[in-house]
């Protein structure tokens, strides 16, 4: 199963009950999502790569380089998982 684009925190609320023989129940829920799972984790990857003390500070042509290392640690990560 491939759950790169799944949310990485969903949360659910009920948005639907319905009533039989006196009993409420839910019917149907609706679920904010924010950052995918790839997303969080090449933000977290991010991160790692812009705290370590070997960079000097970020100038827009490393920047790229560690946008792309960071994506790339995501769908290796993914990758792994799904093992």
């Known amino acids: 199963m491939n759950n790169a684009n799944q949310p990485a925190k969903p949360i659910s609320t009920v948005i639907q009950y319905e009533e039989y023989n006196g009993i409420k129940r839910a019917v149907a829920e609706e679920y904010y999502i924010g950052l995918t799972k790839r997303e969080h984790f090449a933000a977290m990857a991010m991160q790692g790569i812009l705290a370590n003390s070997n960079y000097s500070a970020p100038r827009k042509a490393k920047l790229s380089g560690m946008a ?4 790339a640690a ?10």
């Open 68 to 71: 792309n290392d960071a994506v």
């Open 74 to 83: 995501a769908d290796w990560l993914l990758a792994e998982l799904l093992k």
